[in-house]
C-alpha cells in the first residue's frame, strides 16, 4: 500500500513529525510513502504561515531516510498551492529544488482562502463552484510543473452550503476541460481518501469524476490520505483500492525523479 499525500512538522497545520510518521508506515506494512509539505504563496507574493524550509526539510528526510530507507520506499514531494496570478512566482520557486514528486493544488481563488467564510458570502453555490473550477482550469493550462491536481473538488470541503456535491453532470462542462488538460498533458488526478472526515463520500474527486478522467484516457492516479495527525495517517487504504478499480483503474502511480511508475492494483490489494 501506498500513500502519496502525507503533511509533517513542516506544514504549520499538521501534528505529526515525519519520523512519527515512517515508524507508523513500517508498523503498519507500507510499502511507500511521500511527504507532500505544503507551499503556498498567499496573495500579494511573499510567503506566510505556509512556506516551507526547503534546506530544513530535505535535511529532515535525508535523515529520515537513512533510518528507515531499508524498511519503507520514501519520497520526497510537495504539495504546491496554484494561484493564476502566481504561476510565474512559483514557477521561479520550483526550478531549483529537486522533489520526487510535485503535486498541485488550489487553496485560493481571486486572491481569497476558500478556507474563509467571505469567499462564499456574496456568491451562491452555484457561483463559487464554477469560479473555483475556472480557477483551477486557469491554473493547470498555463502551468506544467506539477505531476498530479490535488483533491479537485477541495472547495467541497469548506464551503458553507447545505448541499455540498459536485455533481459531474451539473458541472460537465468545466470539469471536461479540467480532466481533458490533464490527459493532455500527461498529468495524474489525486484519489484523496480525506473525504471521509469531512462526509464527503469516499473520495476526493467523487467516483463519478475519476470515472471520467478514466473514460478520457486518464491514467495516473494517485492515493493519498492528506494527514496532518497520526490518527488520519492511520486510515484502512485497502478499501479505496477496490474503490479505484471500480472506477476503471487498473493501476496506481508512484513517482520518482517527477517521472510516473504504475503499479497494478492487484499487487496491492
Known sequence: MIDYHIHTQFSKDARQTMECVCKQAVGMGLKEICFTDHC??????QYFDF???????????????????DKIIMKKGLEIGLQSR???KIEEFLKDKHFDFVLGSIHYVDRIDLFKEN??????????????????YECISHFDDFDCLGHLDVIRRYCPYDDKSMPLDEYSDIINKILCVLVDKGKGLEANIA???????????????????????GKYITLGSDSHTPDQFAIDRHKYLT?????????????????????PIDELL
Do not use: M, Q, W
Open 40 to 45: 503556498d504563496l498567499n496573495p500579494s507574493g
Open 119 to 136: 469567499f462564499y458570502k456574496s456568491r451562491s453555490k452555484k457561483e463559487a463552484f464554477t469560479e473555483y473550477l475556472c480557477e483551477v
Open 86 to 88: 502566481l504561476l510565474d
Open 195 to 217: 473525504a471521509a472526515r469531512y462526509d464527503l463520500g469516499n473520495t476526493e474527486p467523487s467516483e463519478d469524476i475519476l470515472k471520467r478522467y478514466r473514460e478520457l484516457n
Open 243 to 263: 474503490v479505484l478499480s471500480d472506477c476503471g483503474f487498473t493501476h496506481i502511480t508512484s513517482y520518482s525523479d517527477r517521472k510516473p511508475c504504475l503499479i
Open 51 to 69: 512556506d516551507l524550509d526547503y534546506t530544513e526539510y530535505t535535511e529532515e528526510y535525508a535523515r529520515c531516510k537513512e533510518i528507515y530507507g
